[in-house]
Structure formats: structure tokens, C-alpha cells
């Protein structure tokens, strides 16, 4: 472009003839407007510095192991946005999924992956290779900060439907008649967020219930302790704002009985834990968030692992409770009674302690969890079908009279002459014959066993 700058002569006809470019464009060049691909887009919502750090938030989400999702950046950018228009009347502009579309555009240095589901088996049989780095990981960060067991905690909601109880074991002369009991029709659905720390202890809940309005009675007609946290939402489970409510309210009480400089938390992934105020938050509080792995919660956090199993035990023990009492109406009322007592039953120190050991996360070790991984299931071979009724070719023993039905039926097609290839067949049946008439002594099986024999002597 300078050489043809220089030229003061130039046919800019013939040049776009001969590279075959349009003319207008050749000459808009030559005038110095730079190309679209370098030209700030018209559309662009965010200045080059909040894009910057719109990729500062995608970096920190990445360290923890979260994958966000469309929303979740236009989420981030618009927050950014109204941050931006606050002092002003004018409304703030949104970021929608074409413009984040272009700012990953802009950004190549994030790849956008499908995320595919699992099977249901491949779930249960995760590569260790991927637990033993995370728990690398976990062991490097509490030696690096120097953590503390006290400072340790793992976080967790947990759903209850207020008013229904548990089916309980009774005696009794009836054998016939189903045994009922009167339980609450009270089916809404209650949400508690619980913390509970490596050495033991457990911090106050926050409670959220379904609706818009906090009522006096919920405060005035039980003995609810002050520490608990009450929050509201239409639906009952927690937000992004009730997140960061009981967030300030952790950081509160968790400070009180803070012995290091740091604390960890370890949580799983929900989209209201992945928020940038949520994130902001620990920074300044220095408090370092520690995410699950998917599909990982049933082995490695506690208070799935050990703790939350006796407090649904123990809500339904006083469900059961009120309504031999004559309390047909389980509510608000009589659930917020209660729950001081179904949460000292539940979180015994000896209980979490247990939990945090289960999980190998203290005292460290990592093969309380690895040891339990199954391996990932090899792919059924297809064998050729042979004659006759068709069997399982599995070397398993069979256990069932199905399962020994079967083999003996693939033995008497033809008993005159067993083919060689029926012989493992033969074996199986006589093993399995044995083990069922010495487990359950049925007679069935040891008239199968007796006809086998008679046949392969003939």
C-alpha cells in the first residue's frame, strides 16, 4: 500500500481488474480505513477493559473446574453492564447469545466443546486418573496455604418435603391389612444449606422456603435460634442472590472459629456457586473455593457420603412423631420446632468426622475413594449361536432356577449325543445344581441334577 501511495499515477481500475478485488474497497484502502476483521464491531457492547476482565472471570472459572455455558458469560457481561449504568437513567445494554458468539470470536484462545451425557455405568466407573488429580490437587493447595483441619469445610442443599414422613418397621397381630399411618398433607418443599468443617463442626443453616413474603409466626410461634438464616424464593431452592446471602452469612460465623489465615471450600458446581460476585466474594475473604468433579458427589463429598442420610432419617422420626401425637398438619410451623433438635441428632461430631475420613479428605487419604471405583465395563463380545435352546455363554455360576433351567435345557436337546462344545455347559449345571440344592435345598434342582448325571452316563 505505501509503494502505491508513492505512485501518483496509480490505475486503481486496472489493479482491481488484475487482482480481482472490488474497486471501492482497493480505494478505501488507499485512504486508510482498515479492514472489517480489524474494525471494532458497531454492536460491541463491552470496552476492551471489561472484556478483559469478562476473560479474568472465564480463567478463575476454568482453575475451579467449572464449565460455563452461554448464559453464564452473558450473564457475567451484563452485570458488568448494569454496573456500568447505575448512576444513569438510561438503561443498560445486554449481552445476548449472538454477542457472546462474537466475543468468543474475539477470543479464540476459548474453545468451545460439547459436553456429552454419560451412561449410566460409565458414571459409576470414572477414570481414577481423574480422582487422583484431583486429589493431588486437593493435597497441594492445603499444603501450599497451609490450611487448617478447623478451616476445612464442605457445603451442601438439601431438599425436604415439609409434612411427609418415613415408612416405619411396627409389630403387630395383622397380617393382612396394610398398616397406615395419619401423615401431614403438607407436601411443599423446604431447602437447607449446611456447612460442616474437617474437625468436626457444623455451622448454622440457612432455611429457604417457598414464597415472596417473610411471616411473623415462622419467628414468633417457634423457637427457631437466631444464628439460622431464613431466605425466600418462588420455588424454594436457592439463587444466585440467596447464594450470596448465606455466603456473607458463612463467612460470619466461620471467622469466629477461624485458626488459619485461609479457609477452603469445597462445593460442586451449581450455576449459583459460579457467579462473579460469588467468586469476588471468597477472593477478598479469602476463602478458596474447591470444586467436585461431575457425578462424583455420592463418593467424595461428605456431607452426601455420611451426614445427610441420618438427617432425612431423623426429619422423618419426627414427622412420625407429631402425627402419632394427633398433629395432622406437619407445616412451616411445626418444621421449624423441630429442626433444632433433627439437626443435633444429625451433626454429632463423631458423624462428621466420620465423613471428612470416608471421603479420604482427612486424615489424607485417597484410597478410602479410589479403592471403591469400578472398573469401566469391557464391550460384550458377540459369539456365534449354536443349536438347540440358547444360553448365556458368561462363565458366571448360575444361582436361579431360570438361569439353571436354561443350562439344563441346553443339555437335553439332545441327550443322546452331547456335542463336545455342550460339555462347559454340563459343568456349569452340575456346579450350579450343587451350589443351589446345598443353599436352598429345592427339590426341583436336585431333580435336574439327577437327570443330568443319568444322561451322561447313557
Known sequence: MTKLKSEKKTNIAALARKYALPEQRLRARLKGRISREQRESPNRKLTADQEFGLCQYLDQLDELRILPRYRHISSYANSILLGVYTDTAEPSPTVGPAGTQRFLQRHPEY??????????????????????????????????????????????????????????????????????????????SVTVIEAISGDGGVLPPMIILPGSLHMDDWYTKTAIPGTFLIGVSDTGYSNDNLALKWLSHFEAF????????????????????????????????????????????HLLQPLDVVVFQPYKHYHGEAVDAATRTGCSQFDKIEFFTAIESIRTETFKPTTILSAFRKTGLWRFNPDMVLDKLQPIPAPARQSTPIPGPQVDSSPTTPKTLRSLKQHADSLAFDLNEIPPSSYLHLQKYLKGSLAFAHWQSGALALQHLEDTKAAELT
Open 254 to 297: 466461620s471467622a469466629k472459629r477461624q485458626v488459619g489465615s485461609w479457609k477452603l471450600l469445597i462445593l460442586d458446581g451449581h450455576d449459583s456457586h459460579s457467579t462473579w460476585e460469588f467468586i469476588t466474594f471468597c477472593d477478598e475473604h479469602r476463602i478458596i473455593l474447591f470444586c467436585l468433579p461431575s457425578h462424583c458427589t
Open 111 to 188: 474453545h468451545v466443546r460439547k459436553q456429552k451425557t454419560l451412561h449410566v455405568e460409565q458414571k459409576q466407573s470414572h477414570d481414577p486418573e481423574v480422582w487422583q488429580n484431583w486429589f493431588r490437587r486437593y493435597q497441594a493447595i492445603v499444603e501450599e496455604k497451609g490450611i487448617q483441619r478447623a478451616d476445612i469445610y464442605n457445603f451442601d442443599e438439601r431438599g425436604f418435603r415439609i409434612g411427609i414422613g418415613r415408612d416405619q418397621w411396627v409389630v403387630t397381630r395383622e397380617t393382612k391389612r396394610p398398616l397406615t399411618l395419619g401423615s401431614s398433607n403438607i407436601r411443599e
